[in-house]
């Protein structure tokens, strides 16, 4: 058995939709029973990139801790924590933006995305971004970072900043591999199904959140964004479709081929019902387990204090390790 490291993180911002359940939770979950040591991060640092409001901000970091828990993190199993309380990450941020070239930066097209939306605040936090979350994956030795495929240009970043710095001080970090699903890495708008599913979408119809009642969740499906045709195909041209298919064999198991043949003939109507049904099957469990747990602050309060102790831990050895190479400490 292999004993690979993970690690992986979300931002705590707005409420968490397909997308980041299928492009990552569901994978976190998956790593963990395979018996991987894992550390699962709510990266406030990184949602400070955006303007939020300081008295909802800790509260949703808490939010989603408890999702996370709902969906199945064990907390014995891994280590769930908070990016803020664990400050070696902050610093080694500082550390590695000094081997990260703005060439580099200026690739990420996350950065543009980003800063095309929020015009008005295009921060120097919004483009040291990446560095912050190269310090995240190193400080843990970790060898994958189960994410969607939107954050690849991130993951492969770190490597390469890994490797840079292994070059020049000796082994020092583990060169991390992103680890994307193969069906659903991106899960796109219900709406506008060539843009990616994403919360801070203005339009509540364009994603399924995770906490959206059985009722809201059917009709979202409705209304999602077909084409003319009427036949139930998987094709780059038919890209609503398709990610309905793909939303439906994420949720059933079943392969693309599988799932085409067992709707050929049927209407788009069909798919849709099919597909709502699936998600709803399996977020329901978790909706509920979810409620269960935000109903007990006291447990969610010391898995969050027990979990920034154990990432602390393990975090310094790494720091203090790159500090002593390159002569910031004795
Ligand atoms: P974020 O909400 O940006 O913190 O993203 C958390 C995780 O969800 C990251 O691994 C993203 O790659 C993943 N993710 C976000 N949106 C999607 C999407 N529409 N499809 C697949 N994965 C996604
Ligand atoms: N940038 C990621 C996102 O927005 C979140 C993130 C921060 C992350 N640090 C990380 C993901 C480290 C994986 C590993 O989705």
Redesign the pocket.
Request: aromatic letters at 8%.
């Given at each position: 058995m292999d004993k690979k490291i993970v690690f992986?993180?979300?931002?705590p911002s707005g409420s968490?939709?397909l997308?980041?359940y299928?492009?990552?939770l569901r994978n976190w979950n998956l790593l963990q029973d395979e018996k991987r040591y894992c550390y699962y991060c709510i990266?406030n640092l990184h949602a400070m990139t955006v303007r939020q409001d300081p008295g909802e901000l800790y509260k949703r970091s808490v939010e989603t801790a408890a999702l996370l828990l709902a969906c199945g993190i064990d907390p014995e199993l891994s280590t769930l924590f908070i990016q803020s309380q664990v400050k070696e990450h902050a610093e080694l941020s500082w550390v590695l933006s000094c081997f990260t070239y703005m060439g580099e930066l200026n690739r990420m097209t996350q950065f543009k995305d980003k800063s095309a939306k929020h015009s008005d605040n295009i921060n120097a936090g919004l483009y040291t971004y990446p560095v912050l979350m190269a310090s995240d994956i190193l400080l843990y030795g970790t060898n994958l970072v189960p994410?969607?495929?939107?954050?690849k240009q991130h993951v492969e970043l770190a490597r390469d900043i890994a490797i840079r710095f292994n070059k020049l001080y000796g082994e020092t970090f583990a060169v991390p591999e992103p680890y994307i699903p193969k069906v659903?890495?991106?899960?796109?708008s219900l709406q506008e199904p060539d843009k990616?599913?994403?919360?801070s979408d203005n339009n509540p119809n364009s994603y399924i959140a995770v906490m959206d009642e059985p009722d809201v969740i059917i009709k979202k499906f409705k209304r999602a964004v077909t084409d003319s045709e009427n036949v139930i195909a998987y094709s780059p041209e038919k890209p609503g479709v398709s990610n309905l298919l793909s939303i439906y064999c994420t949720f059933t198991g079943k392969t693309m081929e599988e799932a085409v043949a067992g709707f050929e003939g049927k209407g788009y109507g069909h798919l849709k019902k099919a597909a709502a049904e699936a998600v709803i099957a399996e977020l329901s469990p978790i909706q509920s387990e979810y409620k269960r747990i935000l109903g007990d602050m006291a447990y969610l309060d010391d898995i969050i204090e027990k979990g920034a102790r154990k990432a602390r831990e393990r975090a310094l050895v790494t720091l203090n390790d790159v500090y002593k190479k390159t002569g910031l400490r004795s």
């Amino acid at each position: 058995m292999d004993k690979k490291i993970v690690f992986s993180g979300i931002q705590p911002s707005g409420s968490p939709t397909l997308g980041n359940y299928v492009g990552a939770l569901r994978n976190w979950n998956l790593l963990q029973d395979e018996k991987r040591y894992c550390y699962y991060c709510i990266v406030n640092l990184h949602a400070m990139t955006v303007r939020q409001d300081p008295g909802e901000l800790y509260k949703r970091s808490v939010e989603t801790a408890a999702l996370l828990l709902a969906c199945g993190i064990d907390p014995e199993l891994s280590t769930l924590f908070i990016q803020s309380q664990v400050k070696e990450h902050a610093e080694l941020s500082w550390v590695l933006s000094c081997f990260t070239y703005m060439g580099e930066l200026n690739r990420m097209t996350q950065f543009k995305d980003k800063s095309a939306k929020h015009s008005d605040n295009i921060n120097a936090g919004l483009y040291t971004y990446p560095v912050l979350m190269a310090s995240d994956i190193l400080l843990y030795g970790t060898n994958l970072v189960p994410v969607g495929s939107d954050q690849k240009q991130h993951v492969e970043l770190a490597r390469d900043i890994a490797i840079r710095f292994n070059k020049l001080y000796g082994e020092t970090f583990a060169v991390p591999e992103p680890y994307i699903p193969k069906v659903g890495g991106r899960v796109m708008s219900l709406q506008e199904p060539d843009k990616k599913m994403s919360k801070s979408d203005n339009n509540p119809n364009s994603y399924i959140a995770v906490m959206d009642e059985p009722d809201v969740i059917i009709k979202k499906f409705k209304r999602a964004v077909t084409d003319s045709e009427n036949v139930i195909a998987y094709s780059p041209e038919k890209p609503g479709v398709s990610n309905l298919l793909s939303i439906y064999c994420t949720f059933t198991g079943k392969t693309m081929e599988e799932a085409v043949a067992g709707f050929e003939g049927k209407g788009y109507g069909h798919l849709k019902k099919a597909a709502a049904e699936a998600v709803i099957a399996e977020l329901s469990p978790i909706q509920s387990e979810y409620k269960r747990i935000l109903g007990d602050m006291a447990y969610l309060d010391d898995i969050i204090e027990k979990g920034a102790r154990k990432a602390r831990e393990r975090a310094l050895v790494t720091l203090n390790d790159v500090y002593k190479k390159t002569g910031l400490r004795s």
